[in-house]
């Protein structure tokens, strides 16, 4: 969307028209006609039934707040889910912040729940039509003002705290889709940047992409990895008095009550600890502890072991109960079968199986191949294949979910 499309869609009686649109994406067409016979710009049409269905598909990160927000493409898929925004802000006020700049703040969503803690707000955004979207998705809040302009160029004076989000695109394919960067210090602004600025401030938070290379995060911060609903969305870098415990950790969180979180010095010293035979359950653990390098932190807690060194895959013999099932998946363990493909078909042929789900670690196969190749087409009853390793030997486990 254009600055010009932009200016004609916040027209109030733009607003009115998206506000009370009932959009059904199957019936596209027949809107994007009534619109234009109310004398609506092709423009300014487009641009209505975008935000319509983007309020829609919003809805998963903000909920009901999504029907009065305006997005972009790119801003919606990269926005913070509105559960860990708010994690973001009780960290910077339980640090007592009261004034925090966001760098980077896309349409809003970590701005918008600062300003939702009383906080003082300056959201900064360089793409000018993002910028004018985050404003008006904070228009409910004096306290919170956006600037349209460049990360590098802002004065952290007077601020207690610093948040940011660097852009982590650029350029763009031939397909004109843009280009994700993964060496930090290509990000806009550089990791190396946001450092050194953060001495500036007395709290600072940098959101960064959960495959971040433990080497890259700086001494004395926090390294802190997310998981929401079982979806690894971050690692949250935390410093100065928004850093609660140097190190790595790993928060798991979901849409009800109570978190978990999992520290690096909860991680037995031993370099391989519980390695063992296979119980009677299969554990597969959250991505935010695989991320963080912290599942043999849940082997004492839990009383269960690895299969395999390096294999993030525990066992043992009793189900996880409580608040530590966000810690992991849990599967019954019902046969270990062989690992050749025609072997493995009759095996399960053998058990009626016509339907499986397939997971690896530290087996270079590939799923879907080996799912034709099966050619599971006759069986009722369904399963989970793992492939991994047990001890050293290759194995694929046939199991069954477990659900509490």
């Not at 290379?213 to 926090?222: I, N, Q, Y």
Request: net charge negative; with cysteine; hydrophobic share 45%.
């Amino acid at each position: 969307m254009d600055p010009s499309t932009l200016k004609q869609l916040l027209d109030v009686s733009a607003l009115k028209i998206l506000d009370s649109l009932d959009y059904d994406r199957s019936r596209e067409l027949q809107l994007n006609k009534q619109l234009r016979a109310q004398g609506l710009s092709p423009e300014l049409t487009a641009a209505i039934l975008t935000q319509a269905q983007l309020r829609i598909e919003a809805e998963d990160k903000f909920g009901p707040f999504a029907s009065h927000m305006l997005f972009t493409r790119d801003g919606l898929a990269q926005a913070t889910r509105l559960p860990v925004a708010a994690h973001h802000a009780a960290r910077m006020r339980q640090a007592g912040v009261t004034s925090v700049v966001d760098l980077g703040c896309g349409v809003g969503a970590d701005a918008l729940a600062f300003a939702g803690t009383d906080v003082q707000v300056r959201a900064v955004e360089i793409d000018e039509v993002t910028a004018a979207i985050a404003a008006f998705n904070m228009r409910e809040f004096p306290t919170a003002e956006v600037i349209h302009g460049a990360a590098e160029d802002q004065d952290l004076a007077g601020f207690d705290a610093l948040w940011c989000d660097p852009a982590r695109r650029s350029g763009s394919h031939r397909d004109g889709q843009a280009r994700r960067l993964s060496d930090p210090e290509s990000f806009s602004p550089s990791l190396s940047w946001v450092v050194e600025k953060a001495a500036e401030v007395r709290a600072a938070g940098v959101k960064m992409g959960p495959a971040l290379d433990h080497a890259l995060v700086p001494d004395g911060w926090e390294a802190q990895w997310v998981s929401h609903n079982g979806d690894v969305v971050e690692v949250g870098l935390y410093a100065g008095d928004a850093c609660q415990r140097a190190g790595r950790s790993a928060l798991l969180m979901g849409d009800g009550p109570g978190t978990l979180t999992v520290h690096e010095s909860e991680v037995p010293e031993a370099d391989e600890p519980g390695i063992g035979e296979l119980g009677e359950y299969l554990f597969e653990p959250d991505g935010a502890l695989v991320r963080a390098g912290l599942v043999t932190a849940l082997c004492d807690p839990l009383g269960v072991w690895r299969i395999s060194p390096k294999i993030a895959y525990l066992t043992g013999d009793a189900l996880v109960t409580g608040i530590a099932q966000r810690a992991v998946s849990q599967y019954r363990i019902v046969d270990v079968l062989p690992a050749g493909i025609k072997a493995l078909r009759q095996a399960l042929m053998a058990r009626n199986i016509g339907k499986v789900i397939i997971k690896k670690r530290g087996m270079d196969i590939v799923p879907e191949k080996v799912r034709r190749q099966l050619k599971l087409t006759q069986g009722t009853e369904s399963a989970t294949l793992v492939f991994t390793r047990v001890g050293e030997k290759h194995v694929v486990l046939l199991t069954q979910p477990v659900t509490l």
